[in-house]
């Protein structure tokens, strides 16, 4: 049996995708924490909710079958919240994180859950205002789960590095391009998920990290590509959230080809070729600084390499599934047009360079946030 079993044109896997975003003062970059006001002008309670600070909104796509229905969620999406946020004095912006740094004490959203998150976990809570995109991807059960996240792992670093997106803190050029991946850190099990290959152990790697106090309950165990704890679905949680829709929606796509990709591996039985996972987290680590610009370390040779390499090899792996998924075209342009203009933080990089105050700056994000790739 060769032929690919979730490649069917007909019954692709449905995703869905969260982007979440900071709102920042349009003249001074200072974060403005007015989630709550925000999210009730924008009169969206299923798509629009409150994060753990109170100046971030994260928005949630319905379940989607075609990137086409992602593409079209995530713009009225990022619209809605851009129109509240000025209507309020604000500005929304899709980067990483804050490029003018974050309060302290920090701002956290009057929750008991976060609240608690605030006090079992200070150091991490403290620079937890960042922003990523979560794609969501359907799968038929918990242990297929667990048999394609075991190949989905040595991926990884390719997400990173292609959507990196956050290398401005502070105001000054943090050296890295995902700064948002480097304080995520700091969370106990934020980290790739252990290599283990049945339900019954995912469940017992869960159940220890609560136990130990690495994480307050299974939500919080923040492993880089997980089982969601809410939804029957792969949830991979290494992308800052992107610069412009069109990359979003391409990293959406090459996702769930990914996974579908993993979850035929599983079902037809092939072996997994393995990662040390020490080898893995510095991989991803390297990616997280090199973004697409740089030089990362192979999770599947160990050697240093050119960002560009491991994604192709990315888009190699899946590409039957893109095209089972009538994806291929749109995410091969997507990346064609990244490789000329640069990632998300090559341009971040461009854009602060050029502005003058923290003012141009916020402004030129604001309209990438709004724009095209090719703007």
Sequence with gaps: MTAPVHGSPARPPTVGVEEEFTLLHPVTGAVAPD??????DCGD?????AESMTYMVETRTPVCRTLAEVDRALRTQRAAVAQAARGRGAVALATGLPPYGM??????TEDPRYLELARRFPFAMSNNGTCACHVHVAVPSRQLGVEAL???????????????????????DSGWASQRLVLASRWPTAVPAPPVDSVEEYDDALAGAVSSGRALDVRSVYFLARL????????????????SVDETVCYAGLVRALVSWALDEALLGRPVVP??????????RTAARAGLAGVLT????GEASDPWRLVDGLLAQVRPHLRAHDDELLVEVTLDRLRVVGG???????LFAAASTPAAFVAALAGTTLGRLDA
Aim: overall charge positive; charged content about 20%.
């Design 103 to 108: 309060p302290d004490p920090p701002a956290v």
């Design 150 to 172: 075991l190949r989905i792992g040595p991926w990884l670093p390719a997400l990173i590095a292609l959507t990196a997106n956050s290398p401005i803190w502070q105001g000054r």
């Design 344 to 350: 998300g933080a090559d341009r971040q990089r461009r």
């Design 298 to 301: 192979d999770p599947r040779t």
């Design 275 to 284: 990662v040390a996972p020490a080898l893995l987290r510095e991989s991803c």
């Design 45 to 49: 309670p299923a798509g629009v909710a």
């Design 35 to 40: 989630a709550a006001g925000v999210i009730r």
């Design 228 to 243: 969601s704890p809410r939804y029957p679905t792969i949830e991979t949680r290494v992308a800052d959230v992107g610069l």
